[in-house]
Every structure is written in structure tokens, then in C-alpha cells.
């Protein structure tokens, strides 16, 4: 009975010790007394706290308050830091991406540039990306593009422009990166790269379909010139003519329509008008008019 007794205890030491200290914490809630200096005690007296103890709660909260308060940076600082990143999409310019190009024949003192390297370098400014690789960048050449959109807030863009940055050969296990400069065809483009001539940067053309091309955020073409419109010319009014020859059927009320003096119907005739046409040109009877004759508005 007592090995049971003594077994039971054994297994269930933490349950009575987290039942104890459970069980003062409910005493000293119900019958403790807060003292002057924030101490809850039995008997309302100020507990007696060791200077060793104290001496470690003052160091602890002046550490807090150095980490919470005198050690955060200001806003100036880190604007400065941010400043001071090279390659961010919004900072980076296609203008300091070519600035950046080596020569031809460059090969980083003879660690070598694989593609990959170098147009990272150019995108960024970092040339060391693996100190086991030294040649080697931080991806295949065929993911920069990529890589640079996802990290560094580039964009893609329809058709290259100097200096973007561009990636080939998904259907191949490393692909290829290079630097546009202009193109030489339908297809083609002299490009800036590494690894053409092993290990080395060189220029030359090469086949560029399917490629995709990334260029800095900060990048906005300039916009295409407004065409200035043509002026529509003002036509030229056809000149009524001043004679009209006679010809079968025709009536002076229809001629003078025709000449110019007709001011109202056409159906029913104005032969005010047609009366004045014929005192005009002599015409005693304006009902007899014959083919031929030429009649005169004035």
C-alpha cells in the first residue's frame, strides 16, 4: 500500500506543484494587502526584495528601454539605407545599366563571368553572388529576367530598348541572358553579354526570338509626338454663269431657278423673277422662248 501511495505521488509531483502554487496565488489574491511600494503581502508590510534582485530589474528595464527607444532608428536613417541599395527597379536607370558594361574581353581577373553574373551585375551592380562559384550568378540565365521582376521591382516590357536585360532558352536547362544594345533584324539584336567567348564579355549579334525583356520600374517611354493635323481645304464655290443656252422644254422660270434668281418654288414657279429675265433680254412673250437662244442673267 505504501510502495501505491508513494508511486502515485511520484507521477503526479507537477499536478501538486502546479495545484500549490495555483493555490497561494488564490491566498494572496483573497486576503494579500498591496503595500506602498506596489508589493502584494499577508500582512500589508512592503516586501523585502534582495539588492542583488533589484540591481537585475533596474538593469533589465534600462536595457528595454535602450532596445524600445534610444537603439530604434530614426526616419532619416532609414531613408538612408534604402538610398543606399543598388539595382531597385525605382532607383536604377537604364542609363546606369549601361553605364556599368565592361569591354570586350573583360573576365572579372580571371574568375570568369558566366551570362548570368554579368547581367545581374549590370542590373544591380553586386558581381559576387557564390563564393564556391565565383563565375556563376544567382540564378540560370534563363530565370534573370524573372528574378529580377520578383526581387528588385523591374518590369517586363513588349519590345527591348537599350540596356534592358533579357532571358532565352526555357526549353534548355541553363538558357542564356544578355544586355540589348539595337537591333539587326527581324529577329536579331547586338547584344552585350558573357560566356559567347567563354568566360568573357563580348558583343556580337545573335537570335533573340521568344525572349522576354525587363528593364528598371523607374523606366516610362517618351510618348509618341502628336501628329499635327491637316487642315481640311475650304472648297471653292462653283461659279453660277451669267449665260445659259436655251434648250428643249426648258422655261425662263426653270432658267432663272438654274441662273441663280429662283428664290421660291420650284413646283409652282416664281414669276417675278422669270419676268425680270425676260424684260432683261428683250423677250416680249417670256412663254416663247427657243432652242439655242442664249440668255443673259445681267
Same mark, same amino acid.
Given at each position: 500500500?505504501?510502495?501505491? $501511495?508513494?508511486? +502515485? +505521488?511520484?507521477?503526479?509531483?507537477?499536478?501538486?506543484?502546479?495545484?500549490?502554487?495555483?493555490?497561494?496565488?488564490? /491566498?494572496?489574491?483573497?486576503?494579500?494587502?498591496?503595500?506602498?511600494?506596489?508589493?502584494?503581502?499577508?500582512?500589508?508590510?512592503? /516586501?523585502?526584495?534582495?539588492?542583488?534582485?533589484?540591481? +537585475?530589474?533596474?538593469?533589465?528595464?534600462?536595457?528595454?528601454?535602450?532596445?524600445?527607444?534610444?537603439?530604434?532608428?530614426?526616419?532619416? !536613417?532609414?531613408?538612408? !539605407?534604402?538610398?543606399?541599395?543598388?539595382?531597385?527597379?525605382?532607383?536604377?536607370?537604364?542609363?546606369? $545599366?549601361?553605364?556599368?558594361?565592361?569591354?570586350?574581353?573583360? %573576365?572579372?581577373?580571371?574568375?570568369?563571368?558566366?551570362?548570368?553574373?554579368?547581367?545581374?551585375?549590370?542590373?544591380?551592380?553586386?558581381?559576387?553572388?557564390?563564393?564556391?562559384?565565383?563565375?556563376?550568378?544567382?540564378?540560370?540565365?534563363?530565370?534573370? *529576367?524573372?528574378?529580377?521582376?520578383?526581387?528588385?521591382?523591374? &518590369?517586363?516590357?513588349? &519590345?527591348?530598348?537599350?540596356?534592358?536585360?533579357?532571358?532565352?532558352?526555357?526549353?534548355?536547362?541553363?538558357?542564356?541572358?544578355?544586355?540589348?544594345?539595337?537591333?539587326?533584324?527581324?529577329?536579331? /539584336?547586338?547584344?552585350? #553579354? *558573357?560566356?559567347? $567567348?567563354?568566360?568573357?564579355? #563580348?558583343?556580337?549579334?545573335?537570335?533573340?526570338?521568344?525572349?522576354?525583356?525587363?528593364?528598371?520600374?523607374?523606366? %516610362?517611354?517618351?510618348? /509618341?509626338?502628336?501628329?499635327?493635323?491637316?487642315?481640311?481645304?475650304?472648297?471653292?464655290?462653283?461659279? $453660277?454663269?451669267?449665260?445659259? &443656252?436655251?434648250?428643249?422644254?426648258?422655261?425662263?422660270?426653270?432658267?432663272?431657278?438654274?441662273?441663280?434668281?429662283?428664290?421660291?418654288?420650284?413646283?409652282?414657279?416664281?414669276?417675278?423673277?422669270?419676268?425680270?429675265?425676260?424684260?432683261?433680254?428683250?423677250?416680249?412673250?417670256?412663254?416663247?422662248?427657243?432652242?439655242?437662244?442664249?440668255?443673259?442673267?445681267?
Amino acid at each position: 500500500m505504501a510502495s501505491k $501511495v508513494k508511486n +502515485f +505521488f511520484t507521477g503526479h509531483i507537477a499536478l501538486f506543484v502546479l495545484l500549490g502554487v495555483a493555490a497561494l496565488c488564490v /491566498a494572496f489574491m483573497c486576503f494579500g494587502t498591496m503595500s506602498e511600494n506596489g508589493s502584494i503581502t499577508l500582512d500589508g508590510k512592503d /516586501a523585502k526584495i534582495e539588492e542583488y534582485t533589484e540591481k +537585475f530589474i533596474e538593469d533589465a528595464n534600462d536595457a528595454l528601454y535602450r532596445i524600445m527607444n534610444e537603439d530604434a532608428p530614426t526616419d532619416e !536613417e532609414t531613408i538612408k !539605407e534604402n538610398e543606399e541599395v543598388e539595382g531597385l527597379g525605382a532607383v536604377t536607370t537604364l542609363d546606369t $545599366v549601361i553605364g556599368r558594361r565592361k569591354p570586350d574581353g573583360f %573576365n572579372d581577373n580571371g574568375k570568369g563571368l558566366q551570362c548570368s553574373k554579368y547581367t545581374a551585375y549590370l542590373a544591380t551592380g553586386k558581381m559576387e553572388y557564390s563564393t564556391a562559384h565565383p563565375d556563376y550568378g544567382p540564378v540560370n540565365g534563363k530565370d534573370i *529576367a524573372s528574378w529580377l521582376v520578383k526581387n528588385y521591382g523591374w &518590369k517586363y516590357i513588349d &519590345k527591348p530598348v537599350k540596356g534592358a536585360i533579357g532571358s532565352g532558352g526555357w526549353n534548355t536547362k541553363y538558357g542564356h541572358t544578355v544586355m540589348y544594345l539595337y537591333s539587326t533584324g527581324t529577329n536579331t /539584336a547586338m547584344v552585350n #553579354d *558573357a560566356n559567347y $567567348v567563354p568566360l568573357t564579355v #563580348d558583343t556580337h549579334s545573335m537570335n533573340i526570338s521568344g525572349w522576354v525583356w525587363v528593364v528598371p520600374s523607374s523606366y %516610362n517611354p517618351s510618348p /509618341a509626338p502628336t501628329p499635327t493635323p491637316t487642315p481640311t481645304p475650304t472648297p471653292t464655290p462653283t461659279p $453660277v454663269s451669267n449665260t445659259y &443656252k436655251v434648250v428643249k422644254g426648258d422655261t425662263l422660270g426653270e432658267i432663272a431657278y438654274k441662273m441663280g434668281w429662283y428664290r421660291g418654288s420650284k413646283m409652282f414657279g416664281d414669276y417675278g423673277y422669270a419676268q425680270k429675265l425676260a424684260e432683261y433680254n428683250g423677250i416680249k412673250n417670256r412663254g416663247l422662248i427657243y432652242p439655242g437662244q442664249i440668255i443673259k442673267k445681267y
